[in-house]
């Protein structure tokens, strides 16, 4: 295959996004539904529940309009009918049996159970690995690349599944995971001198200050790329040039999706690589009416994946909320773009006002080093309904000086109330005392379930 190439998928990746992309989506979905129809008992309950005669309708906007949105909420319900048998939803929500599947991941089930990723081998392959291959193909990955792998390699989707998928690519592989620490990332890095970095933004923030507080610095790890997913950070402004400066390295977003971004020096979001294997909608968060895709559009993402055997997405949320661009990209790629906002279960409604920790995370970068930039959002009550005012832990910074803390503390509820229209209470916190992560970082105290 030639290196030189624009994409790594010259039969697809010119076509997203067009006329011909949809009328692919609309021939591979009706597949889909009567493979799901025959083999997935959940899903043909939902699709007679909402009278889809699935040999006869005629666009996918029929189709969506019909059929309710699936999400954690209905997902703990079909839990709780199979009795908490997650094998037993598999197979129920599988076009395959369980029996098909090399490999299980899933969400790190903080909010309950775990969600499972049932994959075969054509799911590894297919959807999740050519999206990966997609994306650091246009970031500039190529075969003579190693890459430094710091995702969880414990159950997490963005681990072991994203690893395999990757290997399609031809780079080299080093997989640290997550669970061996930051001090054996930073020793495999200087022993295998990596050219990319895998993991979580709030990894990537830790190990820069680790190497900083050991007088080195980020930069001598010599890294020339930087995909990060799992959380917002790598497409928050505030904390993307933290890194970027931190490293010396570009920076790419992935996931939310079937997406990563683009290497234009502006971030543009996330660029929706595989139209043929995914279609996406946004929806009202309330509602869920479907809000039209143009530019500037906001809402939940809901996804339906027209290929696929164990991970099926059918009119799906995962709780993200996005806002989209459909006008071209400057980079001169193919793809609309989105941008994770926040998450429906992140969302905290203080005095009529929406607040997400993104956006409380991207102001306080603006105070480093006065601030660490660490936080976290203390909550008395189940969300997202928080009597003011919101309670924030915020930690100093090794430049905060005792004698300016009340001159500070003005200065940040000032601007909490211009650009987030809240005046949170601060909880000051000394330098470190917040604990770190090299997992999601952890930006909710969830006092009311002590």
Same mark, same amino acid.
């Given at each position: 295959?030639?290196?030189?190439?624009?994409?790594?998928?010259?039969?697809?990746?010119?076509?997203?996004?067009?006329?011909?992309?949809?009328?692919?989506?609309?021939?591979?979905?009706?597949?889909?539904?009567?493979?799901?129809?025959?083999?997935?008992?959940?899903?043909?309950?939902?699709?007679?529940?909402?009278?889809?005669?699935?040999?006869?309708?005629?666009? *996918?906007?029929?189709? @969506?309009? @019909?059929?309710?949105?699936?999400?954690?909420?209905?997902?703990?319900?079909?839990?709780?009918?199979?009795?908490?048998?997650?094998?037993?939803?598999?197979?129920?929500?599988?076009?395959?049996?369980?029996?098909?599947?090399?490999?299980?991941? @899933?969400?790190?089930?903080?909010?309950?159970?775990?969600?499972?990723?049932?994959?075969?081998?054509?799911?590894?392959?297919?959807?999740?690995?050519?999206?990966?291959?997609?994306?650091?193909?246009?970031?500039?990955?190529?075969?003579?690349?190693?890459?430094?792998?710091?995702?969880?390699?414990?159950?997490?989707?963005?681990?072991?599944?994203?690893?395999?998928?990757?290997?399609?690519?031809?780079?080299? $592989?080093?997989?640290?995971?997550?669970?061996?620490?930051?001090?054996?990332? $930073?020793?495999?890095?200087?022993? *295998?001198?990596?050219?990319?970095?895998? !993991?979580?933004?709030?990894?990537?923030?830790?190990?820069?200050?680790?190497?900083?507080?050991?007088?080195?610095?980020?930069?001598?790890?010599?890294?020339?790329?930087?995909?990060?997913?799992?959380?917002? !950070?790598? !497409?928050?402004?505030?904390?993307?040039?933290?890194?970027?400066? !931190?490293?010396?390295?570009?920076?790419?977003?992935?996931?939310?999706?079937?997406?990563?971004?683009?290497?234009?020096?502006?971030?543009?979001?996330?660029?929706?690589?595989?139209?043929?294997?995914?279609?996406?909608?946004?929806?009202?968060?309330?509602?869920?009416? $479907? %809000?039209?895709?143009?530019?500037?559009?906001?809402?939940?993402?809901?996804?339906?994946?027209?290929?696929?055997?164990?991970?099926?997405?059918?009119?799906?949320?995962?709780?993200?909320?996005?806002?989209?661009?459909?006008?071209?990209?400057?980079?001169?790629?193919?793809?609309?773009?989105?941008?994770?906002?926040?998450?429906?279960?992140?969302?905290?409604?203080?005095?009529?006002?929406?607040?997400?920790?993104?956006? %409380?995370?991207?102001?306080?970068?603006?105070?480093?080093?006065?601030?660490?930039?660490?936080?976290? $959002?203390?909550?008395?009550?189940?969300?997202?309904?928080?009597?003011?005012?919101?309670?924030?832990?915020?930690?100093?910074?090794?430049?905060?000086?005792?004698?300016?803390?009340?001159?500070?503390?003005?200065?940040?509820?000032?601007?909490?109330?211009?650009?987030?229209?809240?005046?949170?209470?601060?909880?000051?916190?000394?330098?470190?005392?917040?604990?770190?992560?090299?997992?999601?970082?952890?930006?909710?105290?969830?006092?009311?379930?002590?």
């Amino acid at each position: 295959m030639q290196s030189e190439r624009p994409y790594w998928n010259m039969e697809a990746e010119p076509f997203l996004n067009t006329p011909e992309m949809k009328a692919l989506q609309f021939k591979k979905l009706k597949l889909m539904l009567q493979r799901l129809h025959a083999n997935a008992p959940f899903f043909r309950k939902r699709i007679e529940g909402a009278k889809i005669n699935i040999d006869n309708f005629k666009s *996918f906007e029929e189709f @969506s309009k @019909s059929l309710p949105v699936y999400d954690k909420q209905g997902f703990r319900e079909h839990v709780e009918q199979c009795g908490g048998d997650l094998i037993k939803l598999m197979n129920e929500e599988m076009a395959v049996n369980v029996e098909d599947l090399i490999l299980i991941n @899933s969400t790190t089930g903080t909010t309950g159970e775990p969600t499972p990723y049932p994959l075969t081998m054509n799911d590894i392959n297919g959807g999740w690995g050519e999206t990966m291959c997609r994306g650091v193909w246009r970031a500039g990955l190529r075969e003579k690349d190693r890459v430094l792998f710091c995702f969880a390699l414990s159950m997490y989707l963005a681990g072991t599944g994203t690893m395999l998928g990757l290997q399609r690519m031809g780079a080299t $592989i080093v997989p640290v995971g997550a669970e061996s620490g930051t001090d054996r990332i $930073i020793q495999m890095a200087k022993y *295998f001198k990596p050219t990319a970095f895998m !993991g979580t933004p709030s990894l990537a923030v830790y190990l820069s200050e680790k190497l900083k507080n050991a007088e080195s610095s980020a930069e001598t790890l010599g890294l020339k790329y930087l995909f990060c997913a799992g959380e917002a !950070g790598a !497409g928050v402004p505030e904390i993307r040039d933290k890194i970027v400066n !931190g490293y010396k390295a570009k920076l790419f977003d992935f996931g939310a999706g079937f997406g990563m971004s683009c290497d234009h020096s502006e971030y543009q979001g996330m660029h929706w690589l595989c139209d043929d294997y995914c279609i996406y909608e946004l929806v009202d968060p309330n509602t869920r009416e $479907i %809000i039209p895709l143009e530019d500037g559009a906001r809402g939940e993402a809901v996804f339906t994946t027209v290929e696929g055997d164990g991970w099926i997405w059918l009119r799906t949320s995962i709780g993200d909320i996005h806002e989209v661009t459909m006008s071209p990209c400057p980079c001169g790629k193919t793809g609309f773009r989105y941008k994770v906002v926040g998450r429906t279960d992140d969302m905290l409604k203080v005095k009529g006002v929406i607040v997400y920790p993104a956006a %409380i995370a991207g102001l306080l970068q603006n105070f480093v080093p006065r601030l660490s930039g660490e936080f976290r $959002i203390v909550l008395t009550e189940k969300p997202p309904l928080v009597t003011p005012p919101l309670k924030i832990k915020v930690e100093k910074g090794p430049e905060c000086q005792a004698e300016k803390l009340k001159e500070l503390e003005k200065e940040l509820e000032g601007t909490f109330h211009n650009q987030l229209k809240i005046r949170p209470s601060i909880i000051w916190q000394e330098t470190g005392e917040l604990e770190r992560s090299t997992y999601k970082g952890e930006k909710f105290e969830k006092l009311y379930k002590k």
